[in-house]
């Protein structure tokens, strides 16, 4: 049984094969020397450990490369099917792990923008909502003075007839409730007026760090870090406005009208009549009311954007749909040695296919020769 050959012309593959294993190393070795530099500089510990990586992972490119195309095909039986179980996970492995780190240098920049836009679109969207919220708020203000308006006139014919409550007028607790009522409209009514002078300047203000922020990562002239610094002190900025206009909401004063407005005012002592003008008249109100406290709730319940640093490889889980063209092109450098390998080695089983069917025709075309050698033997014998 001869030794199976190597496919002729497989050895000039190695050339191809480093120059693709190169392209890895390089890129793996800028991953690594830029998730070192975090805090933006490196050391000579970390300059070795960088010159480090890229050796072993050369050494382990070319060792599978080459282990593939010349070696593992002149293995038979057995010891081929074991060898070749181990190279295919070997390969695998490596190649996951150089893919992946090659597809995170690839799409570094990319990635770093796309992560960029995504803070600065979710947080003008965050801002829209809650400035949304502060419309709605601000729109109360009719409610709160129809509600101050007729809980007044109610109070003046409750005190001259006793209408509201049919009890014969003056200042008896139906009174004292509608005027409760007046007031608490009144106070949170003036609340809003007062907080919209202070909320417009807020909105305009965020605007301004927004635009600079829009600015900044814009600037082909401006690294990477420092843009992520200044997007870092900008979301900080934004945080702290979020928590003004928040403060300015009003949200107490709104739910001290709606205590008032829903009270059990059976259970305190008003009389029927009285109890139904007033759950006829301001329950609506009630509920207008509460739809916004509900409203400000979901809204102030998702937590405002903060812009954080991300390494590369993060930024390759986060956004993988942004960067499909970086993970193609790490991918293509690691499958296509695969895939040459595995023609290689289909090409060395067909030869030894074909050389197993050439020995054992040899071997045929001589015990043929041999028979008919002995059957003349035979016949001159006889």
Avoid at 142 to 157: P, S, V
Avoid at 180 to 198: H, L, T, V, Y
Avoid at 367 to 377: E, N, P, R, S
């Amino acid at each position: 049984m001869s030794k199976s050959k190597t496919p002729s012309g497989s050895g000039g593959l190695l050339p191809f094969f480093i120059v693709l294993h190169v392209i890895t190393v390089l890129l793996t070795g800028g991953y690594t020397a830029s998730t070192l530099a975090a805090d933006g500089s490196l050391g000579a510990g970390d300059v070795a450990l960088t010159a480090a990586v890229i050796a072993m992972l050369f050494c382990g490119l070319f060792s599978l490369s080459h282990f593939g195309v010349k070696r593992l095909p002149e293995l038979r039986n057995q010891l081929f099917s074991v060898a070749l179980a181990f190279w295919i996970v070997a390969a695998t492995v490596v190649a996951l792990i150089s893919g992946t780190t090659s597809a995170a240098m690839i799409a570094s920049t990319r990635g770093q923008v796309t992560h960029q836009e995504q803070f600065l679109a979710n947080s003008a969207r965050s801002f829209s909502e809650r400035g949304n919220l502060i419309r709605q708020v601000e729109g109360l203000q009719h409610a709160l003075a129809n509600c101050k308006k007729t809980a007044l006139d109610a109070r003046k014919k409750e005190l001259a007839t006793g209408e509201i409550s049919k009890t014969g007028g003056g200042d008896g607790q139906t009174a004292r409730e509608l005027k409760a009522i007046a007031d608490s409209c009144e106070s949170a009514g003036s609340i809003i007026i007062n907080a919209r002078s202070k909320t417009q300047p807020l909105f305009k203000q965020a605007d301004r760090i927004a635009d600079r922020m829009r600015r900044t990562i814009e600037d082909p002239a401006i690294s990477i870090r420092e843009k992520n610094k200044s997007l870092i002190d900008g979301s900080e900025a934004l945080s702290i406005i979020e928590d003004s206009l928040v403060a300015e909401l009003s949200l107490g004063s709104l739910d001290a009208v709606t205590d008032n407005l829903t009270r059990d005012f059976a259970y305190i002592g008003l009389t029927n009549s009285a109890v139904q003008y007033l759950e006829t008249t301001y329950r609506p109100i009630a509920r207008q009311i509460l739809n916004v406290i509900d409203e400000a709730a979901i809204t102030l319940d998702k937590p405002f954007p903060q812009f954080e640093r991300r390494s590369s490889l993060e930024l390759l889980t986060l956004y993988p749909g942004a960067l499909i063209v970086a993970i193609s092109l790490a991918g293509v450098l690691e499958i296509i040695p695969l895939i040459i390998v595995g023609f290689v080695i289909l090409i060395a089983l067909q030869q030894r296919r074909d050389d197993d069917d050439d020995g054992d025709n040899d071997g045929k075309t001589i015990v043929t020769l041999h028979t008919i050698q002995g059957g003349a033997q035979s016949g001159r014998n006889v």
